[in-house]
């Protein structure tokens, strides 16, 4: 059985299914795909945060490629931050935000960048001092604090530095001068951005929509509006689950049980005999709620970005996506822009519990004033909420976590995967990537799901190796 039907859980129950068992769905949601899917209104399409299908992940590339085929497009890639009026490229290229800042500001920066390597942070544990060190106090405050602290909803000093480092691994100011230097070229390899990445036509929901057909096809079941409320236990085995169902509440065993459920409602669900210690860390998790507004604009071609980070103060919006740039499919027709405004808060706050108009005034508002498209008019718009959208490295989650797992661990035919499964902050490829090794350890495998993770530069840096004969050529 597997609990959740977005990438994670349904990459298992495709591979289980694809093996021959008989494997069952179980999704509370109406729709599949998670995060990943994609919402729909009227005739257009739009996609929840933004996925760009890139991994180095064999197997992952295969099975996107296997569901897909010729549905699977080649996209051009773009995005960049848009800060007081001015882009500068993404991921943040310093040598790019030193010339773009003005010789006065990049001078301060460089200064400061020299102070943080004289008298760095002795100690790494929390964001602000992990990118401080590496970039300079003042760099940290223009393009890290103030979007960082608008995504997370808490300060900086209060982030652990394993986000920083699972997201922002490699990158240092001085390695960023040098690699726009010639003193590079004698390096055996360089990392260059990648030029275009893969993205189902009608957006990431279509590759999800798709994989539970084959799993359908295959002899098993998806079942949706069917929420997990209950996992029973002997000790060490999950023997049954009680499922609020559209026709009531039904019991269903099963050998195994894969969860991407939420950790907090997983432990909820594994009631009533639970450790207390389990149960307070679990309700100590932390995540963060996710707000999409999709403005619809009476013409098209506004700017070229798939998606624009918002570093300029003064704003609510965090990512402006264009739909449009991802696959024109996702639109109606020629002469129309879907936007994706995109808004980070907590459930319940007054961000949450604005009505919808009153979103789609606030994103009016906000895109107007950041001056991308000043002849174009919004004449439609529409609200999609997305609660748990990211799991929240806050200063108490790393031990929340440990007496956790210290509980489901030895569960032995339980198994969390995915984002929310395991509150880690994964790539879609990486959550996957959980899930087809979960399917192995079930198998007799011994793998570590909790080894599998996430960079930066993953997703958006390549490695380029070069002949020796280039290399010369380049010294010379």
Known sequence: MVCGAGPAGLTAAYALAKKGYPVTVLEADSIVGG????????????????HRFFTKIPAVQSLWEELLGDEFIDVPRLSRILYNGRFFNYPLKASNALVGLGLWEAGLIVLSYVHARMSPHPAEENFEQWVSNRFGSRLYRIFFKTYTEKVWGVPCTEIRAEWA??????????????????????????KTLIQQ????????????????????E??????????????????????GATVAAPEGTRRIEAEHFISTMSLRSLVRALGPVRPQAAVEAAEKLAYRDFILVALIFDRDKLFPDNWIYVHTPGVQVGRIQNFNNW??????QPGVTCIGMEYFCFKGDNLWE?????LIELATREFGGLGLAPNAAVVDGTVVRMPKAYPIYDATYRENLGVIRGYIDPITNLH??????????????????TAMLAVENMRGADHDLWEVNTELEYHEEQRVERSENARATAAA
């Not at 990445?197 to 359908?216: D, I």
């Open 35 to 50: 995060i990943s899917r994609t919402a729909r209104y009227k005739d257009y399409r739009f996609d929840i945060g933004g």
């Open 165 to 190: 480092a699972q997201r922002i691994q490699g990158l240092s100011l001085a390695r960023a001068i040098l690699s726009a230097t010639t003193l590079n070229t004698r390096a055996p390899a360089i």
């Open 197 to 216: 990445f893969k993205y189902p036509r009608l957006g990431p929901g279509q590759m999800w929509e798709r994989c539970a057909e084959r799993v359908s």
């Open 218 to 239: 295959l002899g098993g079941s998806v079942l949706l509006k069917h929420r997990v409320v209950g996992l029973e236990t002997d000790g060490c085995r999950v023997t």
């Open 327 to 332: 696959s024109a499919a996702m639109v109606p």
């Open 354 to 358: 604005s009505s919808d108009a009153d």
């Open 416 to 433: 969390t995967v995915g984002r929310n499964g395991m509150h880690k902050y994964n790539n879609q490829d990486h959550s996957m990537y």
